[in-house]
């Protein structure tokens, strides 16, 4: 059974640094592209960063790039979303995602498998 657990939330004020995790079980992880989502309250669900199954390529979505850097470490099955800089508009659930793919998705529709999401507040 694929679980994709995410950690790492919480409220920091704007300027501060979050860091999220995502722990992959049950896949082969690196045949994964590994991608970050969030929802704002009241909004779609939207793309935010992405990492190939490799680790050799990244996308970021305009609003976070310069702030927001993904890696992954095959060896710990994980992921991570190193956010600074953040702002009051980056309040939104995070949520982790795979797709057995070698390329870089940034829509939900490619992606296979999702956590249940973690709560990220920002406050001005």
């Known amino acids: 059974q694929v679980q994709l657990v995410e950690s790492g939330g919480g409220s920091v004020q704007a300027g501060g640094s979050l860091r999220l995790s995502c722990l992959a079980t049950g896949l082969s992880f690196s045949r994964h592209a590994m991608g970050w989502f969030r929802r704002a309250p009241g909004k779609e669900r939207e793309f935010v960063a992405v990492i190939s199954w490799s680790g050799g390529s990244t996308a970021y979505a305009n609003s976070v790039k310069g702030r927001f850097t993904i890696s992954r470490d095959s060896a710990k099955n994980t992921v991570t979303l190193q956010m600074s800089s953040l702002k009051p508009e980056d309040t939104a659930v995070y949520y982790c995602?795979?797709?057995?793919?070698?390329?870089?998705?940034?829509?939900?529709?490619?992606?296979?498998?999702w956590g249940q999401g973690t709560q990220v507040t920002v406050s001005s």
């Open positions: 995602a795979a797709d057995r793919s070698f390329d870089l998705p940034t829509t939900e529709r490619r992606y296979d498998y």
